[in-house]
């Protein structure tokens, strides 16, 4: 399959590398609206560079794009990516809005192509641990907390062209920094019912538009969740997820889980802990999560983080930014 990237930055350095190391598939364009990116990457793999999404896709019609842009042209290229033909594979978010989310069904609706998302953080293997155990022996949830506590800092925002804004990030440290730990809860704990939010801009107030503080209260059908995320520590410390069973508490610091027995035992399972091929606080399964959807599209199969499995995560996120700009709770939006 041919594959094609538009948006050069970080993380399609990790899309690349993830394409280049897979059996069948060929990296034939990328696309930038700073041309010398696209040709930077053109170069390392062998393809060819264009300023344009449109030239892109018209000049090498790709079986599958990867959306690796700023927030606010997801959902549009994946549109015009849909449009053109190509199957398309989206970084987070999937959506900045209602509105957008619309827009993005109703595309999928009228498309034969799948659309994938990158919730690569569910590939983990202290994830899939995790949620074994939770199937298997931890018996019923009585609740969970989850953490994240990173840095960012003044000239990560001004520097990119569109981080900080609301226009065109969507918001801060839940959509950009934090949103795979509340994927995670909802892959965990099933579907979240309401939440009850606040949010804050500490320490980067009248330079950014967005949070860089969030808290939530998640309601889910047999359990709740406290959910804190911040851009405004010192350093990028390992998310935690933290879940009470009636069996056992589930502590989950990728790459490590620790499980807290009711008699007081207390196990370190063995977990087959991978490289990230990025930024360690990214996680390690890009690549699992990506050879996932080029095997269901060669095996006309569902890929398991299409739109619908990955809902309950977007209207979760967005009904967070609803309680916290509104400050009462909001009942999150089923299908």
Known sequence: MKAAIVGCGNIAAVHAASL????????CGFADIKKERAEGFAAQYNGNAYASLEELLERERPDVLHIC?????????????LTSGA??????????SQEQLSELKDAIRHSEKRVGFCFQNRYNPCVQLTRRL?????????????????SRDEKYYTESGWRGSLATEGGGALINQSVHTLDLLVYLLGKPLWTDAGMKNHHLQGIIEVEDTMEAMVRFADSSACFYATTAYCTDAAPLIEIVCENMTIRMEDPQVTVFYRDGRVEKPSVDAQRPMGKSCWGSSHAACIAAFYRAIREGERFTEDLDGVMDTVQLMLAVYESARGGMPVEVQGE
Do not use: D, S
Request: glycine share 12%; with cysteine.
């Open 20 to 27: 280049a190391g897979m059996e069948g598939c060929t990296l």
């Open 134 to 150: 939770l199937e298997t022996e931890a018996g019923k949830i009585r609740g969970a907390r989850g953490l994240v506590t990173w």
């Open 69 to 81: 842009t700023p927030h606010y042209l997801h959902v549009p290229m994946a549109v015009c990516g």
């Open 87 to 96: 199957h398309v594979f989206m970084e987070k978010p999937p959506a900045i």
